[in-house]
């Protein structure tokens, strides 16, 4: 069965240092995933996402993440978090044959220390 | 840009009331989604429509019902809802087909009385 885990419920970093959220995925077939972030009360907004090719993505706030298929992983990772970043995380997977679903992980709760 | 509107943003029903929740989205795309979050838990799929038409249904009970009027428009007609149906309900819109990307709004604040 398809699943994703993210191991780390609430991660605490200092203001400036680096960040590194680990998501584990379950899946028979080539992924897509994804990484959504959101803030308290908010929607979720999408920060990255990997189909096919190189598998260090770039995506938005200064986030990127690195598909992994030997370790079936797609860790999400920042050089320098801010005080703004402190939020949700959601690592996600498309299931290729469903219309569009989609698989979310647990979370992974980030707060930021000053 | 981007953009799913949801309207009410917050919502407070009592258990034999009707309301509905409203999506909007102007990108052109062809699947509509809805999705429910409780606290501090991840989304979870609730319906899904492809070109106008309910492609996933998760068993979600009859006292939710969605209706997709055209492209661009979703609802959620709410009816006899228990209060474990408080939650953050989210509509997302993508390109129909596999392995395109979602793109959620701000969602529905909905507190059942």
């Known amino acids: 069965a398809q699943s994703v885990t993210q191991p780390d419920i609430h991660i605490t970093v200092s203001e400036g240092a680096s960040l590194e959220l680990r998501c584990n995925y379950s899946?028979?077939?080539?992924?897509?995933l994804f990484w959504y972030v959101q803030s308290p009360g908010q929607g979720l907004q999408l920060l990255l996402k990997?189909?096919?090719?190189?598998?260090l993505v770039q995506g938005i706030k200064g986030f990127e993440a690195e598909f992994k298929r030997s370790q079936s992983s797609f860790n999400l990772r920042k050089p320098s978090v801010h005080w703004s970043d402190a939020a949700e995380y959601f690592c996600?997977?498309?299931?290729?044959?469903?219309?569009?679903?989609?698989?979310f992980g647990q979370g992974t709760e980030l707060s930021v220390k000053p | 840009d981007t953009e799913v509107t949801q309207t009410p943003k917050h919502l407070v029903m009592g258990m034999t009331n009707k309301k509905s929740l409203k999506c909007e989205q102007h990108?052109?795309?062809?699947?509509m989604y809805w999705y429910k979050q409780k606290a501090k838990k991840p989304p979870e799929l609730m319906f899904v429509?492809?070109?106008?038409?309910?492609?996933i249904n998760e068993s979600v009970p009859s006292r939710f019902s969605p209706e997709c009027p055209n492209s661009s428009l979703l609802n959620l007609h709410l009816h006899a809802l228990q209060p474990e149906d408080s939650a953050l309900y989210l509509c997302?819109?993508?390109?129909?087909?596999?392995?395109?990307?979602?793109?959620f709004g701000e969602g529905s604040w909905l507190t059942v009385v």
């Open positions: 997302a819109s993508s390109s129909a087909g596999s392995g395109n990307t979602i793109y």
């Open positions: 899946y028979g077939a080539t992924p897509y």
């Open positions: 990997y189909f096919s090719g190189d598998t």
């Open positions: 996600a997977v498309g299931l290729y044959n469903q219309g569009g679903k989609l698989i």
């Open positions: 990108m052109g795309h062809r699947a």
């Open positions: 429509y492809s070109y106008e038409k309910l492609s």
